[in-house]
């Protein structure tokens, strides 16, 4: 199945003085019809459920800062993958899963924040976890403390 690309005309435009860049990544597009592009070759690595959104990502790469790296290119990929196929909430594991999955964790140079910032792992002192099962009530009067106990 080809992959047809179109843009806005002067994306197109600039799009095709910049083209040598593009396939210096392995991306070759020709012209095809008004503001069209068909994709010809594409690097072998980039899976076949990824080659629109991934040539597109690339072409908005070089639209913007007028380079395309492949580095940069494949950590955004990584970073959305890695959300898309994260746990969510209410998804249940198994204990092998959840014990492998916290060993890959361990295994990660930064296991404490996701690729977007977000925390993975969070502290809850013996306090904070008294004060959520209501065993401890901030400004409270035990009845212990009023001498009925």
Not at 17 to 42: C, D
Not at 107 to 131: A, I, W
Not at 135 to 145: K, M, V, Y
Request: charged share 30%; net charge negative.
């Amino acid at each position: 199945m080809p992959y047809i690309f179109e843009f806005p005309a002067d994306d197109a435009l600039r799009l095709k003085e910049r083209m040598p860049l593009l396939e210096e990544v392995g991306v070759f597009l020709a012209e095809y019809g008004e503001n069209q592009f068909i994709l010809r070759e594409h690097p072998i690595w980039m899976a076949e459920e990824e080659i629109e959104s991934g040539i597109y990502e690339m072409c908005d790469m070089l639209l913007l800062t007028k380079e395309v790296s492949i580095k940069k290119y494949r950590a955004e990929l990584a970073i959305m993958m890695s959300c898309k196929r994260s746990i969510k909430a209410n998804h249940r594991i198994d204990d092998h899963s959840a014990r492998q999955l916290l060993y890959q964790l361990s295994q990660c140079d930064n296991p404490y924040n996701c690729p977007h910032g977000r925390p993975v792992l969070v502290h809850f002192t013996k306090s904070d976890m008294e004060k959520m099962f209501r065993r401890i009530q901030e400004n409270h009067t035990s009845l212990r403390e009023l001498g009925k106990y």
